[in-house]
T-cell receptor, first 113, second 109 residues
Framework: EAQVTQNPRYLITVTGKKLTVTCSQN?????MSWYRQDPGLGLRQIYY???????DKGDVPEGYKVSRKEKRNFPLILESPSPNQTSLYFC????????????FGPGTRLTVT | LAKTTQPISMDSYEGQEVNITCSHN???????ITWYQQFPSQGPRFIIQ???TKVTNEVASLFIPADRKSSTLSLPRVSLSDTAVYYC??????????FGGGTRLMVKP
């Protein structure tokens, strides 16, 4: 089944404890992206990647890191999480930059205390 | 970066046609316009995309005027299951993307 998977789905952590949210797609998509969703603010892009080893900042990159060493994986790293990073996170992918349909993962709900 | 403006919420009744308009005044020449649907606790789902004029698929139509500063998503004969949040997103994957706040559609029996 073609899909985007994220792990974990739920995470409660403490301030400053490094964490990684994994994202994987099995569709051989070139383009991948991370978003956060907060009430009243819609979906905001954190980072995106147009292909392996190519990443760029989105609208709200502060406090986050990403890497794209393989085509299928695009992990989101929070080196020192803070409470203002409590949010719902979505990973998405599309076939290429010329393909407008993004496929979204199920989301990761992160709480930082 | 194209900024979008949509109504915060809309109400409708089953069987009616619903039109949701999105304003994107500074859309770039290379941007396509995409629309997504999101149910609670799920990721957004792609509905339709277009560049100009009218596009229709099995679930919706998209109307884009010649100046492309707005677009209208049309949902024919909505049902209760169409209750969701709808987002427009100017798509240019070479640049950062920002969804607007979305329109919360409530379909009533």
């Amino acid at each position: 089944e073609a899909q985007v998977t994220q792990n974990p789905r739920y995470l409660i952590t403490v301030t400053g404890k490094k964490l990684t949210v994994t994202c994987s797609q099995n569709m051989n998509h070139e383009y991948m992206s991370w978003y956060r969703q907060d009430p009243g603010l819609g979906l905001r892009q954190i980072y995106y990647s147009m292909n392996v080893e190519v990443t760029d900042k989105g609208d709200v990159p502060e406090g986050y890191k990403v890497s794209r060493k393989e085509k299928r994986n695009f992990p989101l790293i929070l080196e020192s999480p803070s409470p203002n990073q409590t949010s719902l996170y979505f990973c998405a992918s599309s076939l290429s930059t010329r393909d407008y349909e993004q496929y979204f993962g199920p989301g990761t709900r992160l709480t930082v205390t | 970066l194209a900024k979008t403006t949509q109504p915060i919420s809309m109400d409708s009744y089953e069987g009616q046609e619903v039109n949701i308009t999105c304003s994107h005044n500074n859309i770039a020449t290379n941007d396509y316009i995409t629309w997504y649907q999101q149910f609670p606790s799920q990721g957004p789902r792609f509905i339709i995309q277009g560049y100009k004029t009218k596009v229709t698929n099995e679930v919706a139509s998209l109307f884009i005027p010649a100046d492309r500063k707005s677009s209208t998503l049309s949902l024919p004969r909505v049902s209760l299951s169409d209750t969701a949040v709808y987002y427009c997103l100017p798509w240019n994957a070479g640049n950062m993307l920002t969804f607007g706040g979305g329109t919360r559609l409530m379909v009533k029996p």
